[in-house]
Structure formats: structure tokens, C-alpha cells
């Protein structure tokens, strides 16, 4: 089985570097593009490196997390608006490159690279603390609900750290164009979530008290 996973997550890691890759430089038409660069080492390094992670510690929750066979409908459906999101974004921050147009200060992909590094640190956190974690909207065997630490505060904050993850994105590569197309990702969550509390409300026991104690779904005092 550890082979098994080993060759999938390594199929999976690499098929999303070349396709990331030839979303950002083809639209640009040059490998010239530091922003692009930075960005694919700041997605793709600590990714590697907590595949690896996982693969020692947790190879169960490594399995969950790429399998990402959806069985919800709804839940099909905002995959499909998250790949959109992130094809066009893609595009559209590379042809911005090429054109030149509306380029923001160094400054502020500067400022974006932390915030993605602090969301991924976020992101990490989250995965420690819950072993349920699976990429498709399910209640597991045995699972429970899980109430302490970031999930103290928020009831989904894997998806908070996934916002400031993907917002920063476009900033990173120094498109604004692109971050109006990245904007539409927290109303996709709304729905994801939604469906989601159904799903977890019903089947898992528990999780209907817990939403009366931890009040804001992805935004504290907010949402």
C-alpha cells in the first residue's frame, strides 16, 4: 500500500507542477516571470515537503487527501466553479505579465508571499489536528468531531486558511485582474460549506452541538 500511495501522490505532485506551470508561462509567453516562479516554489516546496511529512506520520490522511472522487452533487458542482476559478485566474495573471497592464508594486507580492506562508503554517496546523480531513464531503467510520484549537474558533478553518491561501495567489503574481477572478472563491465556499453541515449535522453525532458552540463558520465574528 505505501508504494502504492508513494507512486500516486508523486503522479498527482507532479502532474499539478506541470499543469500549474503551463498555466502561468504559456499565457505569459516567456519563463522570464520571477513573480511566477516565486509562487511555484511557495505552492509546490512545502507541499513536497509535507506530502513527505504524511507519508511517514499519517499515510491514511495522505490517502484521503488525494482522493478527491466527490459523491455529493453539490458538491461536484463547486469543484467544477474552483476549477474555473483557478484556470482563468491562472491565464489571466500571466497575459496580464505579457501586457504589463496594471501591475502591482513588488511590495505587495512581497506582502502576499508572507500571507501565503502564514495561511500554509495554518493550513498544517489544521491537518494535525483533525485526521478526518478527506478532500470529498463525507462522515468517516468512527470519525468525531473535533473542538479544540483552531476549530475552537472557527467550525471549518482549513477553509479559512484555503481563502488567504488562494487570495493571495494572484497577488503574488502581481496581477490585479486576476484577483477580481480569485474573489469569487469565498461565495463558492458558502455553498461548499452549507452542503457540507448537512451532510456532517446529519451523520455525525455530535456535530449539531458543536455547531451551538463554536458559532462562526470561517471568519470569526464575521460568518
Known amino acids: 500500500m505505501t508504494q502504492k500511495l508513494l507512486t500516486q501522490a ?14 502561468v508561462f504559456i499565457p505569459a509567453g516567456t519563463l522570464h516571470f520571477a513573480r511566477g516562479w516565486i509562487f511555484i516554489a511557495l505552492l509546490f516546496v512545502p507541499m513536497f515537503a509535507a506530502g513527505l511529512i504524511l507519508m511517514k506520520k499519517d499515510p491514511e490522511l495522505l490517502r484521503k487527501r ?35 497592464r496594471l ?8 506582502a502576499a508571499a508572507v500571507v501565503f506562508i ?12 483533525n485526521t478526518y480531513l478527506s478532500r470529498t464531503v463525507e462522515v468517516q467510520e468512527n470519525q468525531k468531531v473535533i473542538d479544540t484549537g483552531l476549530y475552537g474558533i472557527v467550525r471549518h478553518p482549513m477553509y479559512s486558511a484555503t481563502v488567504l491561501l488562494f487570495l493571495s495567489i494572484p497577488l503574488i503574481l502581481g496581477s490585479f485582474f486576476s484577483f477580481l477572478i480569485f474573489l469569487v472563491y469565498p461565495f463558492i ?12 449535522e446529519e451523520g455525525l453525532e455530535g456535530y449539531a452541538e458543536y455547531k451551538q458552540k463554536v458559532k462562526y463558520r470561517l471568519i470569526p465574528f464575521i460568518w
Open 66 to 100: 488525494l482522493d478527491a472522487k466527490e459523491e455529493q452533487s453539490q458538491q461536484k458542482t463547486v469543484i467544477a466553479l474552483s476549477g474555473a476559478m483557478f484556470l482563468f485566474g491562472f491565464i489571466t495573471a500571466g497575459i496580464n505579465f505579457r501586457v504589463g
Open 10 to 23: 508523486l503522479i498527482k505532485f507532479f502532474a499539478g507542477l506541470i499543469l500549474v506551470m503551463l498555466l
Open 103 to 110: 501591475i502591482l508594486p513588488a511590495g505587495v507580492s512581497a
Open 189 to 200: 465556499l458558502v455553498k461548499r460549506i452549507k452542503n457540507e453541515e448537512e451532510v456532517l
Open 118 to 129: 502564514l495561511a500554509y503554517i495554518m493550513y498544517g496546523e489544521v491537518l494535525r489536528e
